[in-house]
């Protein structure tokens, strides 16, 4: 998905150190942001944000839906860059046709993953089909290290088997959890995983103590490590921690989505549709995009133009930090 926000804004992000003491789950809520025109479909982005820019390499959430696409018109992102990142799509209903410059033609559909790799450079369009009628769903971008961030495109799809723990359904697109474990390739330790949670239902899942992770609440109210986190929340739970434990507070389903990772400790600048390490990057990739370079090659079979870069903003890019943490 791209950002399609007119004045994104700038930002260089960088992982947590250790100092002032916080408390032990931060509840961070989310800003709504629009996809563009009058009918336009609304997002709920919770990353990056001023109180924490990164979750493990996770550096962007953006939770939609329910969404009738009857009111909204749906889902119609033209065809965008991508560089220095992987873009995940995860859909709890409907369906999305992915378009990209590797010549990837593939559908999201609810509990099947697709992984984008951007590295130097990719597009993609991104469409909800005509058979969808409720779109609701996660996009989230992965950070590359420096090493692989500007690796070959690549495109991943998988479709993971749900295991059962306690009172928990569980679904593992990314890393490892409760036994399970994806093929899919990343460049740095990451987990992704669905979770369903059954009404007042406890469920302590063993975890890697050298990630952060990050709970983001689809439906419900999950307590999360004694924390209670409401629908379109996330909750962020700093490395340390070999178990963690959740528990559905309502006489409904609850859904979530767990993130974590090993903290990211490289400097990044993120500015649009693009990762890079600084500003100089951004200007160059947002100059082959205008300019229709192939570094980002050309998406075939979309019916429309492709979206246009903003224009930079006419600023120094400052240092945007995590806060600190004992």
């Known amino acids: 998905?791209?950002?399609?926000?007119?004045?994104?804004?700038?930002?260089?992000?960088?992982?947590?150190?250790?100092?002032?003491?916080?408390?032990?789950?931060?509840?961070?809520s989310a800003r709504d942001v629009p996809l563009g025109g009058p009918r336009a479909m609304t997002v709920r982005r919770t990353l990056p944000q001023r109180a924490r820019t990164l979750i493990g390499a996770w550096c962007f959430a953006d939770h939609y839906g329910p969404d009738d696409v009857a009111d909204t018109g749906g889902m119609d992102v033209a065809p965008h860059p991508h560089t220095g990142l992987q873009t995940v799509s995860w859909l709890f209903s409907g369906e999305i046709e992915h378009r990209d410059s590797l010549g990837s033609h593939a559908f999201v559909r609810p509990g099947e993953l697709n992984l984008m790799t951007g590295g130097y450079g990719i597009s993609h369009s991104e469409v909800s089909t005509t058979r969808t009628t409720i779109l609701h769903g996660v996009q989230l971008w992965v950070a590359l290290p420096e090493e692989h961030r500007h690796t070959a495109r690549d495109f991943q799809h998988y479709v993971p088997s749900p295991v059962r723990v306690d009172g928990a359904e569980i679904s593992v697109f990314l890393g490892s959890l409760a036994g399970d474990i994806s093929p899919v390739r990343t460049f740095m330790p990451l987990l992704g995983a669905e979770l369903v949670l059954e009404p007042h239902?406890?469920?302590?899942?063993?975890?890697?103590?050298?990630?952060?992770?990050?709970?983001?609440?689809?439906?419900?109210?999950?307590?999360?490590?004694?924390?209670?986190?409401?629908a379109a929340e996330l909750g962020y739970l700093g490395t340390g921690n070999g178990t963690l434990t959740l528990t559905n507070e309502t006489d409904t389903v609850a859904r979530a989505v767990l993130l974590g990772g090993t903290p990211f400790d490289e400097q990044i600048v993120m500015w649009w549709n693009f990762i890079g390490r600084s500003h100089e990057d951004i200007v160059e990739a947002r100059e082959a995009w205008q300019n229709a370079?192939?570094?980002?090659?050309?998406?075939?079979?979309?019916?429309?133009?492709?979206?246009?870069a903003p224009a930079l903003p006419n600023a120094t890019i400052a240092p945007r930090k995590n806060p600190t943490r004992h």
Do not use: W
């Open 293 to 308: 370079s192939e570094r980002f090659g050309k998406v075939d079979g979309y019916d429309g133009d492709r979206l246009p």
């Open 201 to 230: 239902s406890t469920t302590t899942l063993a975890i890697d103590p050298d990630f952060e992770h990050g709970l983001l609440v689809d439906q419900g109210d999950v307590r999360m490590a004694g924390t209670l986190v409401h």
């Open 1 to 28: 998905m791209s950002n399609v926000e007119r004045d994104p804004t700038e930002l260089r992000c960088g992982a947590s150190d250790h100092g002032e003491r916080l408390p032990v789950v931060d509840v961070l």
